[in-house]
């Protein structure tokens, strides 16, 4: 089972323009494993899918269960990768969670730890430099896909330390 969810980084409205700048991101986390990674979400469906293939193509051919919430966005995005895997001739199939339950995802957590380890990246730059790093900004970019490799790469392991 892989669960998938968005997440969002936003800053401050600069001045004389109404929207603040933010950047996308999907988390997937791999259910009864325990480690789950994150890619950055560029507007190109099939450059996500194609990542979130690549990540479960070692899973052999089980039948793969996508658990996502009801957004649009994610939906699109599970019932691409679905395709895809199908193409493939493998088995897998959605799972969407009830409306108002988004805590019963298990990428909440995972989106709250990545939005807030790269937040922290891209406040050492900013207390060194004393300039506001953009979330639209290649920084927050590095800081994102940095993020998720250290969460990924340091992560504990369940059981007694070896």
């Not at 997440?7 to 109404?18: A, C, K, L, R, V």
């Not at 469906?45 to 479960?56: I, R």
């Not at 994610?74 to 009830?98: C, D, E, G, N, Y």
């Amino acid at each position: 089972m892989v669960h998938i969810d968005f997440g969002y980084i936003t800053g401050e409205p600069q001045s004389g323009d109404e929207n603040a700048p933010s950047t996308t991101f999907l988390c997937a986390l791999k259910a009864k494993q325990g480690g789950w990674w994150q890619s950055q979400f560029q507007a190109r469906t099939k450059y996500v899918v194609q990542q979130l293939v690549n990540a479960t193509a070692g899973y052999g051919d089980i039948n793969l269960l996508i658990r996502t919430d009801q957004e649009p966005a994610s939906q699109h995005i599970a019932k691409t990768w679905q395709s895809s895997r199908a193409a493939m001739k493998l088995k897998s199939h959605i799972q969407l969670v009830a409306v108002g339950q988004h805590q019963g995802l298990l990428p909440e957590r995972c989106v709250q730890t990545v939005r807030r380890q790269t937040l922290c990246l891209m406040h050492e730059p900013e207390a060194r430099t004393g300039v506001t790093v953009s979330p639209s900004s290649i920084l927050c970019t590095w800081a994102l896909r940095h993020a998720g490799w250290l969460l990924n790469r340091f992560q504990p392991a369940s059981g007694p330390a070896s």
